[in-house]
């Protein structure tokens, strides 16, 4: 299993940047992927940024530019940098482990979620 607590959202003004900030209660290298998921009101939850145990990274694509997932394994944290906000990017923020036995078996972990409001 996995514990993920969640901080750094906040209101910041279109054009601001916030940090997300994701600390896993064990070892990211015994996690397969460590993402950043969203969900706006009436929407469905999308993943936003992910970064696996061998370090690869993925962005979708209404983000790419913009936000950055890192991660300091010393401290078993993941980071979403968010620069160059958009209202659109209104949503709650979920940090996510998933953590894969084989391609088509995993179990996914999710943390509490982090309000993240862009003004216009």
């Known amino acids: 299993q996995v514990q993920l607590v969640e901080s750094g959202g906040g209101l910041v003004q279109a054009g601001g940047s916030l940090k997300l900030s994701c600390a896993a209660s064990?070892?990211?290298?015994?996690?397969?992927?460590m993402g950043w998921y969203r969900q706006a009101p009436g929407k469905e939850r999308e993943l936003v940024a992910r970064i696996g145990a061998g370090g690869d990274r993925y962005y979708a694509d209404s983000v790419k530019g913009r936000f950055t997932i890192s991660r300091d394994t010393a401290k078993n944290t993941v980071y979403l940098q968010m620069n160059s906000l958009k209202p659109e990017d209104t949503a709650l923020y979920y940090c996510?482990?998933?953590?894969?036995?084989?391609?088509?078996?995993?179990?996914?972990?999710w943390g509490q979620g982090t309000q993240v409001t862009v003004s216009a």
């Open positions: 064990r070892n990211l290298f015994s996690i397969s992927y």
């Open positions: 996510n482990a998933a953590l894969y036995r084989t391609t088509s078996n995993w179990s996914d972990y």
